[in-house]
């Protein structure tokens, strides 16, 4: 059984800029959620989406947008991007609530100059 | 108050010994509870949850659950050398919601 696939695992952009990254769930889970590591702040909740729409969402500005398509793959977006942005996005995958905990993805270590 | 809260470390323990991680959490009506351990450049990886109050045990690992002090530990026996990682305590209000990570704890397990 594949495990959670994020793309791409790095990325370097330039302040100002939007980036998206992408998260492919476990097969057969619905619920994808999203999170930002920093080693200031740790695990950070940016949203979650279950059945193509948001259920729930955490405390950052706007720039930060999600989406999940009708096959759970989930997308999220920043833009105007800041150099605080700087971190790990991980992607964690659930069947359909989180009772049982998540399978994380390899995440992406996006870094802006 | 953070809503979810470890001791940072780092925790050392010599092989063979217990460590003793703690967490505690300020939402009074959280139900689902979780350990994960994440090496240095990994992503976590969960290895226990634990919904009642109680021990829950898996292998070389417990975990231990106090609602009434909003305490949850995770004891892992005869520690090993590959058990070094930093450990997160994650909170679930309820099964829709979303879950809080505490900012984890660094274990070192010297040979």
């Known amino acids: 059984k594949a495990g959670v696939t994020q793309t791409p695992r790095y990325l370097i952009k330039t302040r100002g800029q939007q980036v998206t990254l992408s998260c492919s769930p476990i097969?057969?889970?619905?619920?994808v959620s999203w999170y930002q590591q920093t080693p200031g702040q740790g695990l950070q909740f940016l949203f979650e989406y279950f059945s193509e729409t948001q259920r729930n969402k955490g405390n950052f500005p706007g720039r930060f947008s999600g989406r999940q398509f009708s096959n759970s793959r989930s997308e999220m977006n920043v833009s105007t991007l800041e150099l605080g942005d700087s971190a790990l996005y991980l992607c964690?995958?659930?069947?359909?609530?989180?009772?049982?905990?998540?399978?994380f993805g390899s995440g992406t270590r996006l870094t802006v100059v | 108050q953070k809503e979810v809260e470890q001791n940072s470390g780092p925790l050392s323990v010599p092989e063979g010994a217990i460590a003793s991680l703690n967490c505690t959490y300020s939402?009074?009506?959280?139900?689902?509870f979780f350990w994960y351990r994440q090496y240095s450049g990994k992503s976590p990886e969960l290895i226990m949850f634990i919904y009642s109050n109680g021990d829950k045990e898996d292998g070389r690992f417990t975990a231990q659950l106090n609602k009434a002090s909003q305490y949850v530990s995770l004891l892992i026996r005869d520690s090993q050398p590959s058990d070094s990682a930093t450990y997160l305590c994650a909170v679930l209000k309820t099964s829709y919601d979303k879950v809080i990570f505490g900012p984890g704890t660094s274990l070192s397990v010297i040979p």
């Open positions: 939402d009074r009506g959280s139900q689902s």
């Open positions: 964690a995958s659930s069947l359909g609530e989180a009772s049982y905990g998540y399978t």
């Open positions: 097969s057969g889970h619905r619920s």
